[in-house]
């Protein structure tokens, strides 16, 4: 039982380059999030899906584009990356709605140069 | 809308000392609450949570009360050990204009000396 793991774990990018970065849960939660987190800021939640087939705009969606492939995998991609989202991407999983315990993967070190 | 404001660190502690971060909430309605904690290298783990007023939570020693009327959430810890070294989270699950949401602190490092 991995839980929730991401994909790739460290990233560079330059300015304008696109990415996918990939999470997969194997818990059977319905829901998902996808969060940065930034020094100072705390972690805020770009988008969440809180079923399959349904996604939603968090605190900080621009710039993001998010695909629920399935129950399973929740994928974050940028179009066109900037410096500004140069961060660390956390993914999660909970049973069912965003007012339940969150399961966390390992992250995501993305710099955009 | 709904935000957590949460006691700025870094924190150094001697083992065995008491410990408390302050966490303090603004919502509407009955949000609930959590602290996590987030060890080197880690995602977040969930240390503990309270869904409704008056609600304890507690778990590996570490408490906090739900207070409504003081709208806080406080972690305490009686005796800190060197492994509680981390950066501890609150956050709430709350209501914006766009539906649900999770609302996580600034996060406090703490670090324990032997």
């Known amino acids: 039982n991995a839980g929730v793991t991401q994909t790739p774990k460290f990233q560079v990018l330059k300015t304008g380059q696109s990415m996918t970065l990939q999470c997969a849960q194997d818990?059977?939660?319905?829901?998902m999030y996808w969060y940065r987190q930034d020094p100072g800021m705390g972690l805020r939640l770009i988008y969440y899906?809180?079923?399959?087939?349904?996604?939603d705009k968090g605190e900080v969606p621009n710039g993001y584009n998010v695909s629920r492939l399935n129950k399973r995998e929740f994928s974050l991609r940028l179009e066109s990356a900037a410096p500004s989202q140069t961060s660390v991407y956390f993914c999660?999983?909970?049973?069912?709605?965003?007012?339940?315990?969150?399961?966390f993967g390992p992250g995501t070190r993305l710099t955009v140069t | 809308g709904d935000s957590v404001t949460q006691m700025e660190g870094p924190v150094t502690l001697s083992e065995e000392a008491f410990l408390t971060i302050n966490c303090t909430y603004t919502?509407?309605?009955?949000?609930?609450l959590f602290w996590y904690v987030q060890y080197p290298g880690e995602g977040l783990q969930l240390l503990l949570k309270?869904?409704?007023?008056?609600d304890k939570g507690s778990n590996k020693g570490f408490e906090a009360t739900y207070r409504k009327e003081t709208t806080s959430f406080h972690l305490e810890k009686g005796s800190v050990q060197v492994s509680d070294s981390a950066v501890y989270f609150c956050?709430?699950?709350?209501?914006?204009?766009?539906?649900?949401?999770?609302?996580f602190g600034t996060g406090t490092s703490l670090t324990v000396i032997p």
């Open positions: 919502a509407t309605g009955y949000p609930s």
């Open positions: 999660a999983s909970s049973v069912s709605g965003i007012s339940y315990e969150q399961y």
């Open positions: 309270a869904t409704k007023a008056d």
């Open positions: 899906s809180a079923s399959e087939g349904t996604t």
């Open positions: 818990m059977n939660h319905n829901s």
């Open positions: 956050a709430l699950s709350g209501k914006s204009n766009t539906g649900n949401q999770f609302y």
